[in-house]
């Protein structure tokens, strides 16, 4: 069966965080169903169990948020959409590396519908263009069920970027504004859930 889609518009971070985790402990326990969440969050940066060098830096413009996911420190805020699958790979019978590569996948697919070339580089997360860092991914798995996911940034103001390494990388930042005029970001979000779908379908088969 296929994960529900859900919209959630404009979600505050700490309280979505913790929303995640009580739905990933009841996907675990089977009394709930897999969902991936798409949502915007208020200005925010966060960091994952790497992000020390970032976690001292002071004067930030936002809160800063310590996080249990993967990955190092980023910002999430206007014009950039979240993508939170809640999954159960043991399940499904996904290694998390190649979870990681088909929400990489995905994200490139959505990419390429907004006439975007976008792939992966070797031995970095998330998904690059030509000009930077285009969408930052960052997880956490806990009994084989999945947590937090990707943000990719579609009118994002880089400016935000500037007092961090974003994931602990001297890179620049990309978005799709600066490629084309972007649709709104919850019918970015369907576009992207039914990519995610579609591969997702395909894995696990005759393992």
């Not at 994960?3 to 009841?26: I, N, S, T, V």
């Not at 002071?58 to 939170?84: I, K, M, N, S």
């Not at 043991?90 to 995905?106: C, G, Q, T, W």
Request: glycine content about 10%; aromatic content about 6%.
């Amino acid at each position: 069966m296929p994960p529900h889609f859900r919209w959630l518009g404009e979600a505050d971070c700490p309280r979505l965080l913790r929303r995640m985790q009580q739905h990933a402990r009841a996907v675990r326990h089977d009394t709930a169903s897999e969902e991936v969440w798409f949502c915007h969050h208020p200005p925010i940066y966060t960091t994952g169990r790497r992000g020390v060098d970032n976690r001292t830096r002071p004067e930030l413009p936002a809160p800063l948020l310590v996080t249990d996911r993967g990955g190092e420190t980023t910002f999430h805020g206007p014009g950039q959409l979240l993508c939170y699958p809640i999954i159960d790979l043991k399940r499904r019978r996904i290694a998390v590396r190649r979870f990681v590569a088909l929400l990489e996948e995905s994200c490139i697919g959505l990419l390429a519908g907004c006439r975007i070339a976008a792939g992966r580089r070797a031995g970095l997360p998330g998904v690059w263009s030509a000009r930077g860092k285009i969408a930052a991914i960052g997880l956490r798995i806990d009994d084989g069920v999945s947590r937090h996911g990707m943000a990719l940034n579609v009118t994002t103001d880089p400016a935000w970027f500037a007092p961090i390494r974003p994931c602990g990388l001297e890179a620049g930042i990309d978005r799709i504004a600066d490629h084309t005029s972007p649709p709104p970001l919850e019918t970015l979000a369907g576009s992207w859930f039914r990519l995610l779908v579609a591969l997702l379908s395909g894995e696990g088969r005759g393992q």
